[in-house]
């Protein structure tokens, strides 16, 4: 019987492992009154706010949960992230994510995913 729940396990495991993304579309900037639905629907990371002044960075969460994730990255605020655009338009974000609805944690660096 136990190697029923070990196939199982390893069922789970690679269903899983299909429906993570692992990497995240193009950077879009967008400014605070403009509505992200249309380009986080595409997988792409949003930053609202300007490249100068950055306030937050939205994007679909990367485990397939459906879950929308929104740091904060204005340093008056906790806690707090930093996003650094980089020349080919792909973003990293230091620290990592730890998203509390789905349980992922994971990287993004220059808009690939790096999972815990």
């Known amino acids: 019987m136990r190697w029923f729940w070990n196939l199982i396990e390893s069922i789970r495991r690679w269903w899983t492992s299909r429906r993570r993304r692992q990497a995240f579309g193009p950077t879009v900037i967008l400014d605070s009154a403009t509505d992200p639905a249309a380009e986080l629907a595409q997988g792409k990371l ?51 994510v730890d998203s509390g609805n789905c349980g992922s944690h994971f990287w993004i660096r220059r808009s690939k995913i790096q999972w815990v």
């Open 46 to 96: 949003v930053l609202v706010g300007t490249p100068e002044k950055q306030k937050w960075l939205r994007f679909k969460c990367p485990c397939g949960c459906g879950d929308v994730v929104a740091l904060n990255l204005m340093a008056t605020h906790r806690p707090h992230w930093r996003a650094v655009l980089h020349d080919d338009g792909s973003l990293t974000v230091h620290p990592s």
